[in-house]
């Protein structure tokens, strides 16, 4: 009988494969519209930080009113800074606003969805927004990636770009550097091929030849220990080209 494979030792939830969430300093969220008011509140940055498993720096900003949260933070952004946070708010980097009273083409970052839900687009390093056009149904953003989509008028969103743009740049000199990267997102580093093991290590494993020998394709109810590969999966291979396309 084989040792338990990876997956199977996941899912116990023991500490090896454990995120050190003790460490993160906080989540980054806008505070409820309750506490912020209708007038526009005014506020400053009191202190960059890092937060482990993070590609930004948080910016910890202290309002006027005794109300302090944590953002992300933005390229420009500095230790002092002042921070309008409303509808009638200027529009300059770091400012918070309803996404309705920002105008066309402009850039934005972690942005709501909703209000009050606390920040759903665009918050990895160097990502964005843009603002497209307002309509009765919403506003409508570009994403980094390309898509659009439409959110509530009345949802938060700030002015700038997320920091650390330049971030993936850098590559890893070192395997230590990568593996306390990983660990710190709770993930396993490194990772060895289930072709590459043995077959009483893994369902791929075995063989001459690095070559799974078996459909990668596994059930949604199979057993620990063979639930690996493309589970429950709609399709398989190549995606097949629409007609249109082909036209």
């Given amino acids: 009988m084989g040792k338990r494979i990876r997956?199977?030792?996941?899912g116990?939830?023991?500490?090896?494969?454990?995120?050190?969430?003790?460490?993160?300093?906080a989540p980054a969220r806008y505070p409820p519209t309750q506490k912020l008011g209708e007038k526009t509140l005014k506020g400053w940055v009191e202190e960059l930080v890092h937060d482990p498993a993070r590609g930004t720096p948080l910016a910890l900003i202290h309002c006027e009113n005794g109300l302090t949260f944590y953002n992300i933070a933005c390229e420009g952004m500095y230790?002092?800074?002042e921070i309008f946070i409303g509808k009638d708010a200027p529009l300059e980097v770091g400012n918070i606003l309803p996404v309705f009273q920002i105008p066309?083409?402009?850039?934005?970052?972690?942005?709501?969805?909703?209000?009050?839900?606390?920040?759903?687009?665009?918050?990895?390093?160097?990502?964005?927004?843009?603002?497209?056009?307002?309509?009765?149904a919403g506003t409508t953003i570009k994403l980094t990636s390309g898509k659009t989509t439409i959110v509530d008028g009345k949802a938060l969103a700030t002015i700038g770009v997320v920091a650390a743009s330049g971030r993936t740049d850098k590559p890893f000199?070192?395997?230590?550097?990568?593996?306390?990267?990983?660990?710190?997102?709770?993930?396993?580093?490194?990772?060895?091929?289930?072709?590459?093991m043995i077959a009483a290590s893994h369902p791929f494993g075995g063989g001459r030849h690095k070559h799974p020998g078996k459909p990668t394709t596994v059930s949604?109810?199979?057993?620990?220990?063979?639930?690996?590969?493309?589970?429950?999966?709609?399709?398989?291979g190549r995606a097949k080209k629409s007609r249109a396309a082909k036209a």
């Fill in 104 to 136: 066309e083409g402009t850039l934005i970052y972690n942005v709501e969805k909703i209000s009050d839900d606390g920040g759903k687009f665009a918050r990895a390093s160097g990502s964005y927004a843009m603002v497209i056009a307002h309509t009765p």
């Fill in 12 to 25: 116990r939830g023991t500490p090896t494969f454990r995120a050190l969430t003790h460490r993160r300093v």
């Fill in 173 to 196: 000199m070192k395997a230590g550097e990568k593996y306390y990267l990983m660990r710190a997102k709770g993930r396993k580093y490194p990772i060895t091929k289930g072709v590459a």
């Fill in 79 to 81: 230790e002092g800074q």
């Fill in 7 to 10: 997956v199977q030792r996941r």
């Fill in 220 to 236: 949604r109810s199979a057993p620990p220990g063979r639930k690996v590969g493309l589970i429950a999966a709609k399709t398989s």
